[in-house]
């Protein structure tokens, strides 16, 4: 499985959009691309996922760039709701049960 | 609120104890996991199980025993831990790959397990 880079951390102005990015150079062509987000004392939340398109839920959306190389996770209007640690996960299409976690990205948003 | 409930929320155990972690949940799922996470660390994965059958074992020690008896109960017995094994332990569960093969994991809450 591919693995992930995320920056350690992140500030956005509350109201702003914010935009997380993640490297995934090493991707293949059947790895989808995850996105979880935890919050403090709380399990891993589902935000979205895709694999070549770019896709968007009532969350967020998920950008792809063309090489599939990295994506953005974009939360349109952050609130302080959505200060939390962002991860970016990639797994292969063949239905393995590995979801590696990588290091992750701690987004602050502020007032 | 989640739909993948664990219990108990908090634990504490001595290293001479025998204690189990519980997860339950009622989506029609058929795989479940167990991660283990560190303050400030990413969740690690431990064991998969999928249909009841343990599917993957991340080289666990072998003081925590998972068990399925079923497809919506998954538990994590412990025994004879050691201090280091103080962490978050999470539960989670996904469609197959069988049924769908990009199916997202849900989480629960996870246990908080302090072991002296």
């Known amino acids: 499985d591919a693995k992930t880079t995320q920056p350690p951390s992140m500030d956005c102005a509350e109201g702003r959009a914010a935009n997380l990015p993640c490297n995934h150079s090493?991707?293949?062509?059947?790895?989808?691309v995850y996105w979880y987000r935890q919050i403090h004392s709380q399990g891993p939340q589902y935000i979205i996922h895709?694999?070549?398109n770019n896709e968007t839920n009532e969350m967020a959306s998920l950008i792809i760039t063309e090489d599939r190389k990295s994506s953005t996770l974009i939360l349109p209007h952050a609130t302080l709701r959505d200060t939390a640690v962002y991860y970016c996960?990639?797994?292969?299409?063949?239905?393995?049960?590995?979801?590696?976690f990588g290091t992750g990205t701690r987004l602050k948003v502020l007032a | 609120d989640t739909e993948v409930t664990q219990t108990p929320k908090h634990l504490v155990m001595g290293m001479t104890n025998k204690k189990s972690l519980k997860c339950e949940q009622h989506?029609?799922?058929?795989?479940m996991y167990w991660y283990k996470q560190k303050a400030k660390k990413p969740p690690e994965l431990m064991f998969v199980?999928?249909?009841?059958?343990?599917?993957i074992n991340e080289s666990v020690p072998s003081r925590f025993s998972p068990e399925c008896p079923n497809s919506s109960l998954l538990n994590l017995h412990l025994h004879a831990l050691q201090p280091e094994d103080s962490a978050l332990y999470l539960c989670?569960?996904?469609?197959?790959?069988?049924?769908?093969?990009?199916?997202?994991?849900?989480f629960g809450n996870g246990t908080r397990l302090t072991v002296t």
């Open positions: 199980y999928s249909y009841e059958k343990l599917s």
């Open positions: 989506m029609g799922h058929r795989a």
């Open positions: 895709g694999l070549k």
């Open positions: 090493t991707i293949s062509g059947n790895e989808y």
């Open positions: 996960i990639v797994r292969h299409t063949s239905g393995t049960y590995k979801y590696i």
């Open positions: 989670a569960s996904s469609h197959s790959r069988d049924w769908a093969n990009n199916s997202p994991l849900h």
